[in-house]
């Protein structure tokens, strides 16, 4: 495996075929063979891959020459295909979320560990460089302590047919861990671990087994956080936000998988100049005097001292050339650690685990809060 990569596929369908076209971009990987439960999918996958199609997993498994294994199968599937998949010795890449319970995701995540092979769910947004700034800004604490953050999601449920398994709760696990999965470990990579305090869920009007909308509020050691997520768009209306608000300003993150970034705050010319190396090139807007220095402004009983008033706006790069170089980027990390223990990962088996855990915590606590 130090030069060449071999995959086994399980799930063909569209997001399958977008990964696996990421993951051949990268020198020495290997589509061997492919299964999904409709064969047509995984003939017309393997012919643009050079692969064989296989009859079902245990085919894959029992392939010698399969080193990994791709799991993107729909998620009740996912815990008892990924353990099935490190019991025969392979390492395996799964689609969020791990499992439908946290209780199964630290079981596998253990399985992995014990038997030295490679198990991590694709929380690929942590591979995202405007992750990185927001990251670095943080800790960095240049535009002061955190104070409360959002995320909305007004997502499109265009191609979500009524008996699209997405509905069906004991085949998805519902929005939070379907999809929430994302955000709750982005903000845990940000903030540290939070806590749900409150959550609600709401049915569609005269569809009340179809949950479209949830809401969550987290914890986290300086502040809050808001999850929103709704399926109810038409896809030409799909978008999304993330926010993260600061003593000293804010950022605004656009898009599911961030492509631009907004920064609007007062600084330091030394912060400016930091701010500037981080983002590359960015658009700076100055407000009001840019020629005084070290004006004097107070925000919770503290002074603020800072040079300029700005908005940066950086990134706004193409959706699709981003999200393929994530799966890349993703692949890569994961593969240097196959090939070198001490290699130190961007994700690995305990973030499948610590965002299912937020995930599940919001699921539950929201059934106790349902709405027509």
């Known amino acids: 495996m130090k030069n060449e990569l071999n995959i086994g596929v399980a799930g063909a369908g569209d997001f ?140 499109s449920d265009e191609n979500l047919n009524s008996d699209h398994w997405f509905w069906n709760g004991s085949k998805s696990g519902g929005i939070f861990i379907e999809h929430g999965v994302h955000f709750f470990d982005m903000f845990e990579g940000w903030l540290g671990k939070g806590e749900v305090v409150n959550a609600l869920q709401l049915h569609r009007p005269k569809a009340e087994k179809i949950t479209d909308r949830v809401q969550a509020t987290v914890m986290y050691k300086q502040g809050t956080v808001n999850f929103y997520h709704g399926f109810d768009q038409p896809k030409i209306l799909d978008r999304q936000e993330m926010r993260l608000l600061f003593e000293h300003g804010e950022i605004t993150l656009y898009g599911w998988i961030p492509i631009k970034m907004k920064l609007h705050g007062l600084v330091t010319d030394k912060q400016l100049q930091y701010l500037q190396e981080l983002t590359g090139k960015s658009k700076i807007v100055y407000s009001g005097d840019v020629q005084t220095k070290n004006k004097k402004v107070k925000g919770r009983f503290t002074k603020i001292i800072f040079d300029k008033e700005i908005t940066i706006e950086s990134g706004n790069a193409d959706k699709q050339k981003t999200y393929q170089q994530l799966l890349i980027n993703m692949l890569t990390d994961q593969w240097n650690w196959i090939r070198d223990r001490s290699h130190e990962r961007k994700i690995d088996g305990e973030n499948a685990v610590a965002s299912l855990r937020v995930a599940e915590e919001a699921a539950k606590t929201a059934l106790k809060f349902n709405y027509a």
């Open 16 to 155: 399958s075929a977008f990964a696996v076209n990421a993951f051949l971009k990268i020198k020495g990987v290997r589509i061997i063979a492919i299964t999904d439960i409709k064969k047509e999918n995984a003939v017309q996958m393997a012919k643009t891959c050079d692969a064989i199609v296989a009859n079902d997993i245990n085919a894959l498994l029992q392939n010698e020459n399969i080193h990994l294994i791709y799991i993107a199968t729909p998620p009740f599937l996912h815990y008892q295909q990924s353990k099935m998949a490190l019991l025969a010795g392979k390492h395996v890449i799964c689609e969020k979320p791990a499992a439908l319970k946290t209780c199964e995701a630290e079981e596998l995540s253990s399985l992995a560990i014990s038997h030295d092979l490679l198990y991590v769910v694709n929380l690929m947004q942590r591979y995202n460089p405007l992750y990185d700034v927001v990251t670095k800004i943080i800790k960095g604490k240049v535009l002061g302590n955190f104070l409360h953050g959002f995320f909305e999601n007004y997502a």
